[in-house]
């Protein structure tokens, strides 16, 4: 006996069996490989789960998976060489971080209730180091590089380029200029 289409539960076996299929509520999700028995405690999750530093682990869903420490650099050298970045400038770019980094859906809270730290931001020389302790991705990283860039009106010259694994490295973008030839 099935039960009406829109409603939540779903008979699947015959008449007087307690086990049911059940859909998802809305705004959750139900993982490959779920199974949900009536009346009884016990469920079983079969999920990938994406540690940090991009490693895949396959298995029974925990609540407590340990995250790894990753490291990710921003390598300003080569514009605060040129004095487009100075020490002001370097500054302000740590401070946006600070600010602006979501952990757990909240900006600007890079240590936790507990007094543990989640994410450090450190300066030396022209390099900006975030060192985290939570999950948190590269992409993420130059996402927030780019805002400041074009907070600062320098996206126009300046890109955000992997260097490798942890570092990205700010760049000026190569610009071929026709003006240059006709004149040799």
């Given amino acids: 006996?099935?039960?009406?289409?829109?409603?939540?539960?779903?008979?699947?076996?015959?008449?007087?069996?307690?086990?049911?299929?059940?859909?998802?509520a809305k705004g959750s999700t139900v993982k490959k490989g779920s199974t949900v028995k009536k009346g009884s405690s016990t469920t079983k999750k079969d999920s990938t789960i994406l540690k940090a530093g991009g490693k895949l682990k396959r298995g029974k869903l925990s609540s407590s998976v340990v995250a790894d420490t990753v490291i990710f650099r921003v390598d300003c050298s080569i514009p605060a060489a040129d004095g487009i970045?100075?020490?002001?400038?370097?500054?302000?770019?740590?401070?946006?971080?600070?600010?602006?980094?979501?952990?757990?859906?909240?900006?600007?809270?890079?240590?936790?209730?507990?007094?543990?730290?989640?994410?450090?931001?450190?300066?030396?020389?022209?390099?900006?180091?975030?060192?985290?302790?939570?999950?948190?991705?590269?992409?993420?990283?130059?996402?927030?590089?780019?805002?400041?860039?074009?907070?600062?009106?320098?996206?126009?010259?300046?890109?955000?380029?992997?260097?490798?694994?942890q570092t990205y490295e700010l760049k000026y973008y190569n610009i071929h200029d026709p003006d240059d030839e006709g004149e040799e």
């Fill in 1 to 24: 006996q099935k039960a009406k289409k829109g409603s939540s539960t779903q008979k699947v076996a015959k008449k007087g069996s307690s086990t049911t299929k059940a859909k998802p």
């Fill in 85 to 165: 970045f100075d020490a002001d400038v370097l500054k302000g770019f740590e401070q946006y971080l600070n600010e602006r980094i979501k952990i757990g859906g909240r900006t600007g809270k890079l240590g936790g209730k507990d007094g543990k730290v989640r994410m450090k931001i450190t300066r030396e020389d022209n390099i900006v180091t975030v060192k985290s302790y939570v999950p948190f991705s590269k992409k993420a990283l130059k996402y927030y590089t780019k805002r400041y860039l074009k907070k600062k009106s320098m996206n126009d010259w300046l890109r955000v380029i992997s260097k490798n694994r």
